[in-house]
C-alpha cells in the first residue's frame, strides 16, 4: 500500500523481483515520489486517512551501489 498525496491510504500491486536484506527490488507498481508503507499495516485501511513519520523513511539504493 501507498500514500498518496492527500495522505489518505490507497492499495497498490507491485511486482517484486527479490529482496535484499530489507531493501525490495521493485520491478512494476511504483513511480518516482510514491510513498510506499512498510510498516504498522495492521493499523491501516485503503482510503484511511495517515500521518508520516518522516523519521522512519529509508534511503533508497542506488542499482545495488552506494553513493
Do not use: F, H
Not at 8 to 32: C, F, M, N, S, T
Not at 43 to 57: F, R
Request: hydrophobic share 35%.
Amino acid at each position: 500500500m501507498i500514500v498518496n498525496d492527500n495522505n489518505q491510504v490507497e492499495p497498490r500491486q507491485l511486482k517484486i523481483r527479490r529482496e535484499v536484506g530489507q531493501y525490495w527490488l521493485v520491478d512494476e507498481g511504483l513511480a518516482e515520489g510514491d510513498r510506499l508503507i512498510v510498516s504498522g499495516l495492521q493499523k491501516i485501511a485503503p482510503e484511511a486517512t495517515v500521518e508520516i513519520d518522516n523519521n522512519e523513511q529509508q534511503t533508497p539504493m542506488n542499482n545495488g551501489t552506494e553513493s
